[in-house]
C-alpha cells in the first residue's frame, strides 16, 4: 500500500489549496468560507521517484469554538493513527490562533513526523515572519504559497524523506485475492464468516461497523483463496466521519490490489448508483467482478423467471457490463454461499486465458468478414493483425491504419464478437489500436 500524508489544520489556512497543488488537479473545493469542505478528499502524488496517498482532511467543524475543538481533536487523532506524515497548516497573515495551539499541542504528544506549513507566505516579508511560528513547538517549519508553489518543492523533498521506506514488493503467487465490496450492512461480513465458518469479522445491523480491511486465509475445495472483508462504501456525500473516510480509501485500495472484486448486493434493496460506482472502479482496474445478490431468502414470491429479472434490471442498469456473473446467496443461512468461490474460481480462469496468435486470427478474419470496417474520409479501415500480448487481465493489441478513426461502436462490435467466440466471463478486456 502507498504511504499516507495528511493535512490537517484549523479551518480557512489553506489546506485545500495545498492538497491541489500536491496532487496537481483541483480536486478539492476551494473556497473562502468556513467549513467548506464538507468531505475528506484524497489524491496520489509523486516526488522524487516515491508515490504516495495524500489525504485533505479539511471536514466540516461548526463555527462554535468549543465544538469545533472537538472536531479538530478527532481529524488529528485519525490523521496520526492512519498517516505516515503529518503538515500542520497554519495561516502566516492571520498569525498564531487558539486553535493553531491546540492542533499543535496534539501533535507535540504524538511520535509521527510533523511538518508545520507556514502557507500564504508569497513574499519575502511573510517568510520571514513565518518564524513565529516557531513558538508552537514544532522543528520543521516550511514557508510555503500554495495558490503559487513557492516552496512547496522543499516541502515535498522533506515529505519523501520521512516516509517509511519502500516495502518489497511481494512474492507472486497463486492464490487469488476476494475483495467483498459494497454498501454498508448488505451482508458482507456475514458471507465473509460463513465462509471462513468463523466469527472473525464483526457482523451486526449496525452500518459500517467493519472500519478497517481484514484479510483471512481460505482454503475450499482443495483449492486456497485470500479473502478480503471492507467496509462498506457509502455514498461520497455520505462519508462525514474521519474514520469512515480513511475505511473508503482503505476499500479502494483493497479494490486496486485485489483479483476478484466480489460486489454484495442486498436484494431488497435493489441495485443502486452507489453499486454501479464501485464496479466500475474495479472494471477500471481490470479486474475479475462477480456481483452476488445476497438475502435472496427475503425475496418474496420467487419463481422459475425471478432470477433472470433481477439479472435484467442489473443489465440494463450497467448494460457494458452484461459480461459479469450474477449469483443469489443468503449468508445468513449460508445458501449457496459456496457457489460465490465456484464462480470466482471460472473468472480467475478466465482472467488468466491465453488465445493463441493463430487462433485469434482465424477469428479476426471471419468476424470482419461478418462485418467489414467502415470508410472513413474516403479510406477503407483495414485490421491486418491482431494478438493477445498479456493475461491475467487479457490484453489484446491490434494492428492497422489510422486507428484513430476507428469508431467506438465498432471497437464494442469487436469486444462482444471476442466474448461470443472465447468467453472471458466476469473479466474486463482491454484493446490497443496500433498504427501499421
Known amino acids: 500500500m502507498l504511504p499516507v500524508v495528511s493535512i490537517v489544520g484549523r479551518p480557512n489556512v489553506g489546506k485545500s489549496t495545498l492538497f491541489n497543488r500536491l496532487i496537481g488537479t483541483r ?78 499541542n496534539l501533535l507535540r504528544q504524538q511520535d509521527k513526523p510533523v511538518l508545520l506549513v507556514s502557507n500564504k507566505a508569497d513574499n519575502e516579508e511573510r517568510r520571514m515572519n513565518s518564524t513565529e511560528f516557531y513558538e508552537l513547538g514544532i522543528e520543521d517549519l516550511f514557508p510555503v504559497s500554495s495558490i503559487n508553489g513557492t516552496g512547496t518543492g522543499n516541502l515535498l523533498d522533506r515529505v519523501v524523506e520521512l516516509l517509511p521506506e519502500e516495502e518489497e514488493p511481494e512474492e507472486e503467487n497463486d492464490i487469488p485475492k476476494l475483495a467483498f465490496i459494497g454498501r454498508p450492512n448488505v451482508g458482507k461480513s456475514s458471507l465473509f464468516n460463513a465462509l471462513l465458518n468463523d466469527e472473525r469479522a464483526i457482523v451486526t445491523d449496525i452500518a459500517g461497523t467493519t472500519r478497517d480491511s481484514i484479510n483471512s486465509n481460505l482454503e475450499y475445495d482443495d483449492k486456497e483463496y485470500l479473502l478480503v472483508d471492507t467496509a462498506g462504501l457509502r455514498k461520497r456525500t455520505k462519508v462525514k466521519e474521519n474514520i469512515e473516510f480513511y475505511s473508503t480509501i482503505r476499500t479502494d485500495r483493497a479494490i486496486r490490489e485485489c483479483d476478484i472484486a466480489i460486489l454484495i448486493v442486498d436484494a431488497m434493496q435493489g441495485f443502486d448508483a452507489q453499486d454501479k460506482r464501485v464496479i466500475r472502479e474495479a472494471e477500471k482496474f481490470n479486474k475479475g467482478l462477480v456481483i452476488v445478490l445476497n438475502k435472496w431468502d427475503l425475496v418474496p414470491e420467487k419463481d422459475t423467471n425471478t432470477v433472470r429479472e433481477f439479472e435484467d434490471y442489473i443489465y440494463t442498469s450497467v448494460p457494458q457490463l452484461y459480461y459479469v456473473p450474477i449469483v443469489t446467496i443468503s449468508a445468513l443461512n449460508k445458501t449457496r454461499i459456496h457457489r460465490v468461490l465456484d464462480v470466482a474460481d471460472e473468472v480467475i480462469a478466465e482472467r488468466r486465458k491465453e488465445i493463441s496468435t493463430p487462433d485469434f486470427n482465424d477469428f479476426l478474419e471471419q468476424m470482419l468478414g461478418e462485418k467489414p470496417l467502415p470508410m472513413k474520409r474516403g479510406q477503407q479501415l483495414k485490421i491486418t493483425y491482431a494478438t493477445q500480448v498479456k493475461s491475467n487481465p487479457p490484453v489484446f493489441k491490434f494492428f492497422m491504419n489510422s486507428p484513430h478513426e476507428l469508431p467506438p461502436n465498432y471497437r464494442k462490435y469487436i469486444e462482444n464478437k471476442i466474448r461470443e467466440r472465447f468467453g472471458f466471463l466476469g473479466v474486463p478486456i482491454t484493446m490497443v489500436f496500433r498504427q501499421k
Open 27 to 104: 480536486k478539492a473545493i476551494v473556497h473562502d468560507e468556513y467549513g467548506v469542505t464538507r468531505d475528506r478528499h484524497y489524491g496520489e502524488s509523486f516526488w522524487n521517484g516515491r508515490d504516495f496517498t495524500v489525504i485533505d482532511t479539511g471536514g466540516y467543524l461548526p463555527d462554535e469554538m468549543n465544538v469545533m475543538v472537538v472536531g479538530i481533536r478527532e481529524q488529528v487523532h485519525i490523521a496520526l493513527e492512519e498517516s505516515d506524515v503529518i503538515l500542520f497548516v497554519v495561516d502566516v497573515k492571520d498569525g498564531i490562533n487558539t486553535l493553531d495551539k491546540a492542533v499543535a
